[in-house]
Nanobody, 124 residues
Protein backbone atom coordinates (compact mmCIF):
# COMPACT_ATOMS: atom_id res chain seq x y z
CA UNK A 1 0.00 0.00 0.00
CA UNK A 2 0.99 3.62 -0.42
CA UNK A 3 3.07 5.03 2.41
CA UNK A 4 4.68 8.39 3.00
CA UNK A 5 6.70 8.50 6.20
CA UNK A 6 8.13 11.80 7.36
CA UNK A 7 11.03 12.09 9.77
CA UNK A 8 13.47 14.66 11.05
CA UNK A 9 11.17 16.90 12.99
CA UNK A 10 12.41 18.04 16.40
CA UNK A 11 12.76 20.93 18.78
CA UNK A 12 15.27 23.46 17.49
CA UNK A 13 16.28 26.96 18.52
CA UNK A 14 15.51 29.95 16.35
CA UNK A 15 18.24 30.44 13.79
CA UNK A 16 18.96 26.74 13.61
CA UNK A 17 18.55 24.27 10.79
CA UNK A 18 17.01 20.92 10.18
CA UNK A 19 16.37 18.53 7.34
CA UNK A 20 13.10 16.72 6.98
CA UNK A 21 12.86 13.48 5.03
CA UNK A 22 9.91 11.70 3.52
CA UNK A 23 10.29 8.07 2.49
CA UNK A 24 7.79 6.86 -0.09
CA UNK A 25 6.65 3.37 -0.96
CA UNK A 26 3.80 1.61 -2.72
CA UNK A 27 3.78 3.77 -5.83
CA UNK A 28 6.11 4.84 -8.64
CA UNK A 29 7.81 7.68 -6.82
CA UNK A 30 9.67 8.99 -9.86
CA UNK A 31 6.37 9.58 -11.66
CA UNK A 32 5.00 11.89 -8.98
CA UNK A 33 5.65 15.46 -8.06
CA UNK A 34 6.06 15.99 -4.33
CA UNK A 35 5.19 18.71 -1.90
CA UNK A 36 5.71 19.77 1.69
CA UNK A 37 2.95 21.41 3.70
CA UNK A 38 2.72 22.47 7.30
CA UNK A 39 0.01 23.14 9.82
CA UNK A 40 0.42 25.27 12.90
CA UNK A 41 -1.92 24.93 15.87
CA UNK A 42 -5.23 26.59 15.14
CA UNK A 43 -4.31 27.32 11.53
CA UNK A 44 -5.05 25.77 8.19
CA UNK A 45 -2.58 23.58 6.39
CA UNK A 46 -0.34 25.69 4.17
CA UNK A 47 1.98 25.08 1.27
CA UNK A 48 5.71 25.12 1.96
CA UNK A 49 7.50 23.76 -1.11
CA UNK A 50 7.08 21.48 -4.11
CA UNK A 51 9.33 19.67 -6.55
CA UNK A 52 8.67 18.11 -9.93
CA UNK A 53 9.16 14.44 -10.68
CA UNK A 54 12.78 14.88 -11.79
CA UNK A 55 13.70 17.80 -9.58
CA UNK A 56 13.82 20.15 -12.52
CA UNK A 57 11.21 22.52 -11.11
CA UNK A 58 10.76 23.73 -7.57
CA UNK A 59 8.44 26.19 -5.89
CA UNK A 60 8.48 27.76 -2.44
CA UNK A 61 6.09 29.70 -0.30
CA UNK A 62 7.21 33.27 0.22
CA UNK A 63 7.47 32.59 3.96
CA UNK A 64 10.28 30.04 3.47
CA UNK A 65 11.84 31.12 0.19
CA UNK A 66 15.55 31.75 0.49
CA UNK A 67 15.71 29.72 3.71
CA UNK A 68 14.61 26.34 2.42
CA UNK A 69 15.59 23.81 -0.21
CA UNK A 70 13.45 20.95 -1.43
CA UNK A 71 15.19 18.06 -3.14
CA UNK A 72 14.55 14.45 -4.01
CA UNK A 73 16.43 11.24 -4.61
CA UNK A 74 14.42 9.01 -6.90
CA UNK A 75 16.81 6.12 -6.35
CA UNK A 76 15.92 6.22 -2.66
CA UNK A 77 12.25 7.16 -3.10
CA UNK A 78 12.81 10.06 -0.74
CA UNK A 79 12.09 13.76 -0.76
CA UNK A 80 13.83 16.21 1.55
CA UNK A 81 13.23 19.66 2.94
CA UNK A 82 16.25 21.53 4.25
CA UNK A 83 15.25 24.48 6.39
CA UNK A 84 17.72 27.09 7.64
CA UNK A 85 17.45 30.23 9.73
CA UNK A 86 14.41 28.78 11.41
CA UNK A 87 11.90 31.08 13.06
CA UNK A 88 9.29 30.40 15.73
CA UNK A 89 6.61 30.87 13.09
CA UNK A 90 7.99 27.81 11.30
CA UNK A 91 6.58 25.70 14.12
CA UNK A 92 4.03 23.14 13.04
CA UNK A 93 3.40 19.66 11.81
CA UNK A 94 5.09 19.13 8.46
CA UNK A 95 3.49 16.82 5.93
CA UNK A 96 4.78 15.49 2.66
CA UNK A 97 2.38 14.79 -0.17
CA UNK A 98 2.49 13.15 -3.58
CA UNK A 99 0.79 14.37 -6.71
CA UNK A 100 0.11 11.85 -9.47
CA UNK A 101 0.74 14.33 -12.27
CA UNK A 102 4.09 15.78 -13.21
CA UNK A 103 3.46 19.48 -12.69
CA UNK A 104 3.84 21.10 -9.29
CA UNK A 105 1.02 22.73 -7.37
CA UNK A 106 0.50 24.74 -4.21
CA UNK A 107 -2.98 23.53 -3.35
CA UNK A 108 -3.39 20.64 -0.95
CA UNK A 109 -6.42 19.31 -2.82
CA UNK A 110 -4.20 18.68 -5.86
CA UNK A 111 -2.21 16.03 -3.99
CA UNK A 112 -3.26 12.41 -3.89
CA UNK A 113 -1.28 10.86 -1.04
CA UNK A 114 -0.28 12.23 2.33
CA UNK A 115 2.00 11.26 5.16
CA UNK A 116 1.17 11.42 8.86
CA UNK A 117 3.41 14.39 9.55
CA UNK A 118 6.40 15.22 11.70
CA UNK A 119 6.46 17.88 14.42
CA UNK A 120 8.81 20.83 14.11
CA UNK A 121 9.06 23.18 17.05
CA UNK A 122 11.20 26.29 16.90
CA UNK A 123 11.89 27.97 20.21
CA UNK A 124 12.69 31.66 20.46
Amino acid sequence: QVQLVESGGRLVQAGGSLRLSCAASGFTFSAYSMGWFRQAPGKEREFVAAISWNGGMTDYADSVGGRSTISRDNAKNTVYLQMDSLKPEDTGVYYCAARRLLDIRRWANDYHYWGQGTQVTVSS
